[in-house]
């Protein structure tokens, strides 16, 4: 972002204007940068980033958001993202480049505050309307009776007006396309407990519904901020899939380097994509060798090798070595921007859902509107009196109001938020609880899902300690995953480097170098002259001896075993869709006794695969991570993601698990089971206390102290049995 600085304005005296100005240095331009930080998960690690980045030359100021596991950096405009993510990896997180442009301004937390002052507004405002009321019910009449009800109305009216604006246009945006929801009978029994009272305050009668209009505020705005509360704010997969394509890119120009932004490139440009790097657009390899990590995209575990003619999509890492390629399809025409509109689509299906209380709303609201408009007609015809016949009819409307419905899903869903935040699950959507209560199958992503997504080293012992400090040293100077975690393996086993001469990377191929005169090397089995492994392995060669393989495996997330086991104890069925090989997907699934499998799978195949399910009349749970996983995740009936997962996976899911742990998922999804019971529960209650309350109103005995107590014992009924779940 640019700040550039306004010209000075005239100077208002004549004098001034001719009295020589030094010219004003141009402020110096910033640059803002975006990056998403899937490894972040407390305070001490926003700490950590904040201090790692605000001690960077150029950086002006960092913030890090937990939530969107997202850091914010202010900066001088010449800093580039590719200066950092190299700082905050040597400090052990994970970072992509994101484009601000991509992204939307991160919402503050404007509509919570808002309806929590509308909260406050009408609680202070029925708290003190009530003590007035309990004057009048305690015996006031005549000119203190009138006084009293002229300081409630004057109380009420200011306090309606702005604490039940949500209502309000909520339900004109309804009757302006001439449909009904929850919050029209709302806004119409306020509307005539208003009218009502006014018009018996002024002919000095004796009841008044000014406390029953706030109380009734009060309670469904209370409904309302619980289920704000719930939900984190909702924002577009498909927008961060979009931010995480690169925003900028090499371009060679007759042999020179030219950075342009990446909306910039048109098919047939060359680019330069260095170590390190993301693809910014599909190509074809023109120079180069290296090896590609494709684990975000396609969930492979091992990186791919890299050389001339090799197509690329945009997204992939180059690991090793710097590669040119070729233009292919830029813009919206990119593998990475198809998968945003497969995103997209299934997010569209998943909005045709019906909560429980917008198919209750269905129902609720057309039977309040009939019942009190036939007390209104039964009651002129019956007494020829307007007076009375508009009083019952406001009664009716007013006990009948949807307090106790307004409040059945909120706090049932907060209590059960609650409970699972604690056991380390973040639910973000309004239904995701009712209709994680309906799910029969569970689908896996395996990389970064059921598996940790890093490979372990098995064999370690297998070595001697000479060949292990060779192997070592080799590691230490290469970026590829299997020498990142030998390298770890070893120093954690305290072995200390050989020392070796002519050492050298050798892009897509290992690294090799000379040790006490013969030449050594670590890396692929076919560059050592290895007979091929069906187990991942990265082979060490020292001298004319015959290579040695390292065995790597994929370690279980902790809890997996235990989550698929208590899944299919349930009675659900579980499957495992990757993107990864057939061996290494057939090996996971054998380990943890999943029967039905399929690997290979790209994005689009894994969300067809969902739809089909879905077609069968199967209500599924997908759990992934990686970016081949969001338009599976949000074609799913419903969806997990891990908080180690990419901003576009965690946004497309429902449900954010925060440990590592995948053992309360089954707890979870008993969990949802409960939660809805307890909503049906609630709804049962509140027509139980509809079929009471409902003929006194009818019968005009339900007087304004009536129709407050009914309110208020049936929303702290409804509480209390939601309170259960905890």
Known sequence: MTADMRPPSAAACPGCLVTPVEPIEAAPKEARIALSLPGIHCQACISTVERELNAQPGVQSARVNLTLKRAMIEADADLRAADLIPVLENAGFEAHELDPGALSATQSDRTGRDLLMRLAVAGFASMNVMLLSVSVWSGATDATRDMFHWISAAITLPAIAFSAQPFFVNAWSALRVRRLNMDVPIVLAIVLALATSLWETSLSGEHAYFDAALTLTFFL?????????????????????????VPRAIRLVDGAEQETAV????????????????????????????????????GETLPVFAEPGLAVSAGEVNLTGPLTIRATAVGKDT??????????????GRSRYTSLADSAAKLYAPGVHILSALSFLGWLLYSGDMRTALNIAAAVLIITCPCALGLAVPAVTTAASGRLFRKGMLIKHATALERLAEVDTVVFDKTGTLTAGTPDLANLGDFPRADLEIALALAESSAH???????????????????????REIPGYGTQATCRGQQVRLGRGSWVGAVASAQTAAWL????????????????????????????????????????????????????????????????????????????????????????????????????????????????????????????????????????????????????????????AVAG???????????????????LNALRLR
């Open 221 to 245: 705005l209370a409904g309302r901020y619980l289920d704000y509360r719930t939900r984190a704010v909702a924002r577009s997969a498909a927008e961060e899939l979009a931010a995480l394509e």
């Open 263 to 298: 909306a910039d490139l048109a098919i047939g440009d060359l680019l330069l994509v260095r170590p390190g790097g993301r693809m910014p657009v599909d190509g074809e390899i023109v120079t180069g060798q290296s090896e590609l990590d494709r684990s975000l995209l396609t």
């Open 335 to 348: 593998s990475l921007h198809r998968m945003a509109d497969l995103v997209a689509i299934a997010e569209s």
């Open 481 to 503: 995953p299997l020498s990142v975690s030998l390298a770890r393996t070893a120093r954690e086993a305290g072995i200390k480097p050989a020392t070796l001469t002519d050492l």
């Open 541 to 696: 060669a020292i001298g004319d001896r015959s290579p040695e393989p390292f065995l790597f495996t994929d370690a279980l997330r902790p809890g997996a075993a235990e989550a698929v086991r208590d899944l299919q104890a349930a009675g659900k069925e579980v499957l495992l869709i990757s993107g990864d090989t057939t061996g290494a997907v057939e090996a996971l699934a054998n380990r943890l006794g999943i029967t039905k499998w399929l690997a290979e799978a790209l994005p689009q195949d894994k969300a067809a695969r969902i739809a089909d399910l879905s077609d069968q009349g199967r209500k599924v749970l997908m759990v992934g991570d990686g970016l081949n996983d969001t338009a599976a995740l949000a074609a799913a009936h419903v969806s997990i993601s891990p908080a180690t997962a990419l901003d576009a996976a965690r946004v497309a899911s429902d449900i954010v698990l925060l440990g590592q742990d995948l053992s309360p998922i089954p707890d979870a999804c008993d969990t949802a089971v409960r939660a809805t019971k307890r909503i049906r529960e609630n709804f049962r209650i509140a027509t139980v206390y509809n079929i009471i309350a409902v003929p006194l």
């Open 701 to 719: 005995l339900a007087t304004p102290l009536i129709a407050a107590l009914a309110m208020s014992t049936s929303s702290i009924t409804v509480s």
